[in-house]
């Protein structure tokens, strides 16, 4: 009988928001830092008062209420701070976790084609990149030593901080990927 351990995942849900030219008001006005980023925009802390982002904020909020309480946490749900993300060709972003928080997220506001996605690093990464190459019939989130979510405009995935996580280089030469992310306390 199979008894499934340490079951935790991401929370999904979309929200339609068109903050694209914030963004690039932001990007001109702020030049950013690098953190996570191998090349690409990554700006400083968004001031959370804005008004333009206030629906964006209650939305994750309340989103964060109901994953908390699936996983049965008690947690205020309060976003902490919000930074933009714009990835053009062969941008990527390092693994990397969120310490000092309980849950973090990216919410997509451009993905064009092949922009890349949010690949999620299982903790035994290495263990079983080693040992149990090539052993999966077919690959699910029992077995698998990594997982991607798709980048999707509107999209807004949420998961606990402590999720080593990357971002996978946008092939479109064409157009860059627009993202917020966020941590929750």
């Known amino acids: 009988m199979f008894t499934p351990l340490f079951t935790d ?37 968004l001031n959370m008062a804005e008004p333009i982002i206030q629906p964006l904020i209650s939305h994750i909020q309340l989103s964060t209420k109901h994953f ?15 930074w933009i993300n714009i990835n053009g060709y062969k941008d990527y972003n390092m693994e990397h976790t969120h310490p000092n928080c309980m849950f973090s997220g990216v919410y997509y506001i451009h993905t064009p084609k092949d922009c890349g996605h949010i690949e999620f690093v299982r903790h035994s990464h ?53 993202s917020i992310s966020f941590n929750i306390q």
């Open 126 to 178: 290495d263990y079983m990149t080693y040992d149990w190459r090539g052993k999966q019939s077919k690959y699910n989130s029992h077995n698998s030593a990594l997982w991607h979510v798709p980048s999707e405009k509107n999209k807004c995935y949420i998961f606990p901080s402590y999720y080593k996580h990357r971002v996978t280089p946008n092939y479109n030469k064409e157009e860059q990927r627009y």
């Open 68 to 82: 908390s309480s699936y996983l049965q946490c008690n947690s205020s749900c309060k976003v902490s701070d919000m």
């Open 9 to 45: 995942g991401i929370w999904n849900t979309t929200f339609n928001s068109d903050l694209k030219e914030y963004c690039d008001f932001i990007r001109k006005n702020d030049k950013g830092r690098s953190v996570s980023n191998t090349g690409g925009y990554q700006s400083n802390y």
